[in-house]
C-alpha cells in the first residue's frame, strides 16, 4: 500500500499558505492605523491631543496588539495539529481524525476535508488488505508450487505451502535462502543445477514464458518429474516466478502409451494383418504393412485410393457400391479383394475399417486393417466349386456339363491365370469333353481327331503316356509340344501342364490340363489344385462308367415296385404304359396289365383334373419334380377314392416319362373328417376363450391407461413441487431439509422408472410378434455399439459366429440389449472386464449364452431374477429397475424357447436363452437336421469371430 504521507503533502501546502496570507492581511489592517496616528502626530493641534491621550491610545495599542498575538497563537494551534495529523497519515495511521475544536475553530472547513481524504484512505486500505489476503490465500491454498526468487540475490522472495512441502522445509525458513542450496536435480550439482536455472532465468528476463518438464529430488529424497512453468513478475523486473506441478501421472500414461503402441506394433508384426488409414476423400495416407508376411497389397498406396490402383477389384460387389458405403460413412468389414501382382499371382485379402471423426464431431476419414486370405479363400471356392458339382451330379446333369463346373471351379481357384480342359480316352485317343474357356476357338476344332498318347504328344498325351504329371514351362521351345505348335499359337497357349486321372485299375482315363498365355512354371498351390481336380473327376468318370451296373439295379427296382403297398404308374402324356399290382388294388382291379393303354385323365374326379395336367407338364417339358398334392381318383366301381400323388421324369429308351407315385390315403380323410367335426366342437369353446381374453386385454389397457396418465400425474406433480421448493428455497433450508429434498427427487424419478418398466412390461404382453429373417451376428454388434456408448469403461467383448434366426427383430434386440447392457453394468468394477456372446448347437434348439466375469449372484436366487422388479443387488451399488430381465423372459418365451441364468458371487454370471431349432436360418441342403445344420453353419463361420474392446 503506497504510504498515506503522499496523499497529505498537498493539504500541508494549502495549509501554509492560509497562515501566511492571514499574517499579511494582519499587517495590511494595521498599517492604515498606524499611518494615521503619524499624521495626527505631524499636525500642532493634535500633537496636544495626542500627549493628552498617550495613555489610552498606548492601551489601544497593547489591547490590539493582544488580540493579534492571541489570534495568531491560535491559528497557529490549528495549524500545528493539521500538520501532526498529515504526519500520522505519512506513518499510515489512517483511523486518525481531526476533533471539533472548543469554541469553534478557525478552519472547520479544512478539518471536514481533511477527516473525509481519512476516512476515503482507510476504506482503501481495507480493500488493498483483503484483496492481499485473498491473493495470498489463493497462492497458498494452491495445488502447484509456487515460488518467487530475486534473479539478482538468487535467495527465494516468497514461497507457498505446496513448494515448502515439494523441497522439505517450512516457508519461513525457506525465504531467504538461495535457491541453489535448496533446489536439487538428480545427477546434477550445485554449479549445474546454478548454470542450469540461470539459462532459464535469462530466457524469461528476455521476455519469454519457459515450459518444461524436468525432474527434481524432493524433501523426502524421492525422484519426481514436474512440469515447470516460469514467467517474469511485475515491478522493477528482477523477480521471478515458478510453478511446479507433479507430472508423475502424464510419465505413467505417457509410458503405459509407448507401451500399448509397442504391444500393438508387436501384434501386428506377429499377425498377418497391416493397418492403415485413409483422409476425407478416401486416399491413403498411411499403410503401415512392414510386418506383412505376404506381398505388398496393391491397394493400399499413400496418396490414392483403392479403386485407383490397376490389378485391384472387389469381390461381390462393386466399387459404386463401396465408394456409397464410404460416402456414406459406415463401417464395413469382410470387404474382399484380388489383387493381380505383378508376377500374375491372384492374391485375395479381406479389409475392414470404421470411420473417424474429430471431436466435434467432423468425418476425417478411414481407419482400419487388412488380412492376407488367399488360402482361405480358396480353399472355400473349392469346396463351392466340389458342392456344386455333386449337386449337379444329384440333378442328373450329363458328364459333359459335370466336368465344365469342375474345370470353371478350378480356374477360379488358380493362383495364376489359366484355362482348363478335361480330356477323356475313347478308343485309345484322348478326345475333349469339356473346355468351358475355349468356347468354340480351335482348340477343339484342331483336337477333333484327337490326341493319341506318346512320348512326346504335347502336355495331355504325355501325362497320360507317362501315367504321371507333366509340366512345360515354354511351349515355343519344348520338344514335346513339337507336334501341336500350331494349336498352341493359334490358342494363344505359351505354358502348360497335365495330371493324368486314373480310373480303380490305376491305369489313365483321362487327363485334367491347365493352359496360360504367359511362360513359366506353375506355383506348388496350382499343382496341387490340379491333382485334386484330377482325384475328383475320376470319381465323376467312374460314376458314368457304372451305368451298366445301373441297368442291373433297374430290375431291382422293378421288383420292389412290384410289392410296393403303393401305387406306381409310368405314363407318357397321361397314356398309362405300365402300372403296379399297388395301383390296381388302389383302383380296385384285379389285374394290373388291364390299366395299360388306358388314359390316366379319364380315371381323375373333374376338380382334380386341370392340376394333374400342370403338374405333368411341368414334369414332362421342365424336367422338374413334383411333390404330393392330394386328388380323387374313379376307382373300377364307380366310387371315388381319396389319394395323394407325387410325379417325377425318368429317362427310359431317350424318351422322358413321368413316373407317377399313387398313396391311398382313405383312411386318413376319414380320420381328417372325424377330427374336422372334433374342431369345430373346439372352435366353440375358443370363442367363449377369446371373449374372456379380450375382457382381460380391455382390463389390461385400462390399468395401462391408469399407470401411464393416473400414476404419472401426482409422481409429476411431487417432482414439480420438490424441484420449485428447491429453486426458490434451496438457500433458507437446512442440510438436512435440502437433502430430504433430493431424496424426493431421486424417489419420483425412480417411480418414473418403474413406471415406464411397468408399461413397456404390459406392451409386451400385447403385442404380436412380427417374424421375419433376422442377422443375428449383425444385431448383436449394432447392440453391442449402442451400449458401449452408455459406459465410460470399455470391456473386453468377444462375440463368436451366431447362426441367422427367424423372429421377430425388435424383440428379440430388446433381449440382447437387456442381457449385454447387464454384462457392462455388472463387469463395470471387475479388474479385466471381459464380456462374452455364443451360440450352440443342441438338440432341436439353438442356446444363446452372454457371459460375464462381474460381480455375480447367488445361484441360490436365480429363479427371483426374471420376476418382475426382482432384484439381487442394491440401486446403491448398481442401477436398474428389475423390468430388464422379466421383458427378456416374456420375449423368449413368445418365441417358444427358454431363459436361464447361472453364476457365482464374485466370478461373473451367464444368461442363456434358447430358440427352437425351426427358427434357424437353414443352408441350402434339404432335409438336413435344423440343429446339426446350425452348428455346420457356425463352424463355418469360425473364421468371423469378432472382437470388440
Avoid at 518438464?213 to 515458478?242: F, H, K, Y
Avoid at 410289392?563 to 402300372?579: R, S
Avoid at 374313379?634 to 413321368?658: F, L
Wanted: with cysteine.
Amino acid at each position: 500500500m503506497p504510504p498515506t504521507g503522499e496523499a497529505s503533502k498537498p493539504e500541508l501546502g494549502r495549509l501554509r499558505k492560509l497562515v501566511a496570507r492571514f499574517a499579511l492581511l494582519v499587517v495590511l489592517s494595521a498599517l492604515p492605523f498606524a499611518v494615521m496616528v503619524g499624521v495626527l502626530a505631524g499636525l500642532s493641534g493634535a500633537a496636544e491631543a495626542l500627549e493628552r491621550q498617550w495613555p489610552m491610545i498606548a492601551a489601544a495599542f497593547g489591547l490590539a496588539a493582544g488580540g493579534v498575538a492571541l489570534l495568531f497563537r491560535n491559528l497557529r494551534a490549528r495549524v500545528a495539529e493539521l500538520h501532526q495529523a498529515a504526519l500520522a497519515l505519512t506513518q499510515g495511521q489512517v483511523a486518525h481524525r481531526l476533533p471539533d475544536a472548543p469554541g469553534g475553530s478557525a478552519v472547520p472547513g479544512l478539518r471536514d476535508q481533511f477527516n473525509r481524504m481519512a476516512e476515503r484512505l482507510e476504506a482503501q486500505g481495507r480493500q488493498l488488505e483483503t484483496a492481499l489476503a485473498r491473493a495470498r490465500s489463493l497462492i497458498d491454498d494452491a495445488p502447484e508450487a509456487i515460488m518467487v526468487a530475486d534473479y539478482a540475490t538468487g535467495c527465494f522472495v516468497d514461497v507457498n505451502e505446496a513448494a515448502a512441502r515439494l523441497l522439505g522445509s517450512d516457508r519461513a525458513s525457506l525465504i531467504g535462502r538461495s535457491v541453489f542450496d535448496v533446489v536439487r536435480m538428480p545427477g546434477l550439482d550445485a554449479a549445474a543445477i546454478r548454470e542450469r536455472v540461470t539459462a532459464i532465468a535469462r530466457r524469461v528476463l528476455g521476455g519469454e514464458n519457459v515450459v518444461m518438464i524436468v525432474r527434481i529430488v524432493t524433501g523426502e529424497g524421492r525422484e519426481m518429474p514436474v512440469e515447470s512453468r516460469w514467467m517474469r513478475l511485475p515491478g522493477d523486473g528482477r523477480l521471478l516466478r515458478a510453478s511446479l506441478i507433479d507430472a508423475s501421472d502424464r510419465e505413467t500414461a505417457e509410458a503405459s502409451m509407448r507401451e500399448s503402441e509397442q504391444r500393438f506394433r508387436q501384434l501386428t508384426r506377429l499377425s498377418s494383418d497391416w493397418y492403415w488409414e485413409q483422409d476425407a476423400e478416401f486416399r491413403f495416407v498411411r499403410t503401415d504393412t512392414d510386418a506383412y508376411r505376404g506381398d505388398k497389397p496393391l491397394g493400399e498406396s499413400v496418396g490414392m485410393t483403392r479403386w485407383e490402383r490397376p490389378g485391384t477389384r472387389p469381390v461381390g460387389i462393386t466399387w459404386e457400391q463401396h465408394r456409397r458405403d464410404l460416402e456414406a460413412h459406415r463401417p464395413f468389414a469382410h470387404l474382399i479383394l484380388e489383387l493381380t501382382l505383378p508376377d500374375r499371382r491372384r492374391s485375395y485379402v479381406a479389409v475392414r475399417g470404421e470411420p473417424v471423426f474429430d471431436a466435434h464431431g467432423v468425418f476425417c476419414g478411414y481407419r482400419g486393417v487388412g488380412a492376407d486370405i488367399s488360402q482361405r479363400y480358396r480353399a472355400d471356392l473349392l469346396r463351392a466349386g466340389e458342392r456344386h458339382v455333386y449337386e449337379k451330379l444329384a440333378a442328373g446333369a450329363t458328364l459333359e456339363q459335370l466336368m465344365d463346373a469342375l474345370c470353371e471351379s478350378i480356374e477360379g481357384a488358380l493362383t495364376m491365370p489359366g484355362r482348363a480342359s478335361l480330356l477323356m480316352l475313347d478308343g485309345g485317343v484322348l478326345r475333349v469333353v469339356s473346355a468351358p474357356s475355349m468356347g468354340t476357338s480351335a482348340y477343339r476344332e484342331m483336337l477333333a481327331a484327337g490326341v493319341a498318347p506318346g512320348p512326346e504328344a504335347g502336355a495331355c498325351g504325355t501325362a497320360v503316356h507317362r501315367n504321371q504329371p507333366v509340366v512345360c514351362t515354354d511351349l515355343e521351345s519344348d520338344p514335346l509340344w513339337a507336334a501341336y505348335r500350331d494349336v498352341a499359337r493359334a490358342c494363344g497357349f505359351a505354358s502348360a501342364w497335365s495330371t493324368p486321372i486314373s480310373g480303380e485299375s490305376g491305369m489313365p482315363i483321362a487327363t485334367f490340363a491347365v493352359y496360360r498365355d504367359f511362360k513359366g512354371r506353375p506355383v506348388e498351390e496350382d499343382i496341387e489344385i490340379t491333382r485334386s481336380a484330377a482325384a475328383l473327376a475320376g470319381v465323376l468318370i467312374e460314376r458314368f462308367r457304372a451305368a451298366s451296373a445301373q441297368r442291373e439295379l433297374d430290375s431291382r427296382y422293378r421288383s420292389l415296385v412290384e410289392l410296393a403297398e403303393d401305387g406306381v404308374v409310368l405314363h407318357q402324356q397321361g397314356t398309362i404304359e405300365y402300372a403296379n399290382p399297388g395301383m390296381a388294388r388302389i383302383l380296385r382291379l384285379s389285374d394290373p396289365a388291364s390299366l395299360a393303354g388306358t388314359d390316366l385323365f379319364e380315371r381323375l374326379a373333374p376338380a382334380s383334373l386341370e392340376l394333374m395336367r400342370r403338374r405333368l407338364r411341368r414334369v414332362l417339358e421342365k424336367g422338374e419334380p413334383v411333390g404330393y398334392v392330394e386328388l380323387r381318383m374313379r376307382a373300377d366301381d364307380g366310387e371315388y377314392v381319396d389319394v395323394e400323388a407325387a410325379s417325377g421324369p425318368v429317362e427310359i429308351g431317350g424318351r422322358r416319362m413321368a413316373q407317377t407315385y399313387v398313396r391311398d390315403i382313405g383312411e386318413r380323410k376319414w380320420a381328417e373328417r372325424e377330427m374336422q367335426r372334433l374342431n369345430n366342437a373346439l372352435e366353440l369353446k375358443v370363442a367363449e376363450r377369446t371373449a374372456e381374453l379380450s375382457a382381460a386385454n380391455a382390463e389390461l389397457e385400462s390399468f395401462s391407461y391408469t399407470v401411464a396418465h393416473d400414476l404419472r400425474a401426482p409422481v409429476r406433480a411431487i417432482d414439480g413441487f420438490a424441484r420449485l421448493l428447491r429453486h426458490e428455497a434451496a438457500e433458507h433450508l437446512p442440510s438436512s431439509a435440502q437433502r430430504d429434498v433430493e431424496q424426493i427427487l431421486a424417489s419420483t424419478a425412480r417411480m418414473a422408472e418403474l413406471i415406464d418398466g411397468l408399461l413397456a412390461f404390459s406392451r409386451l404382453s400385447r403385442g404380436v410378434p412380427s417374424y421375419g429373417r433376422i442377422a443375428m451376428m449383425a444385431l448383436v454388434q449394432g447392440v453391442i455399439a449402442d451400449v458401449a456408448a452408455q459406459y465410460a469403461h470399455r470391456p473386453e467383448v468377444v462375440v463368436e459366429p451366431l447362426p441367422d434366426v427367424f423372429g421377430d427383430a425388435g424383440m428379440l434386440r430388446q433381449v440382447w440389449f437387456n442381457l449385454i447392457a447387464n454384462a457392462f453394468k455388472f463387469t463395470a468394477r471387475a479388474a479385466a472386464p471381459l464380456i462374452r456372446v455364443t451360440a450352440t448347437a443342441a438338440a432341436g434348439e439353438v442356446v444363446f449364452a452372454v457371459s460375464d466375469n462381474g460381480a455375480g449372484f447367488d445361484q441360490t436366487y436365480a429363479g427371483k431374477l426374471f420376476g418382475i422388479f426382482q432384484r439381487l443387488h442394491g440401486r446403491a451399488e448398481f442401477e436398474g429397475t428389475g423390468i430388464g430381465l422379466a421383458i427378456v423372459k416374456r420375449v423368449v418365451e413368445r418365441h417358444h424357447g427358454w431363459v436361464r441364468a447361472t453364476g457365482a458371487p464374485g466370478q461373473g454370471a451367464v444368461f442363456s436363452f434358447a430358440l427352437p431349432a425351426t427358427s434357424v436360418v437353414l443352408g441350402e441342403a434339404s432335409g438336413t437336421d435344423p440343429a446339426a445344420q446350425a452348428g455346420a453353419d457356425m463352424a463355418h463361420g469360425a473364421a468371423g469371430t469378432t472382437r470388440v474392446e
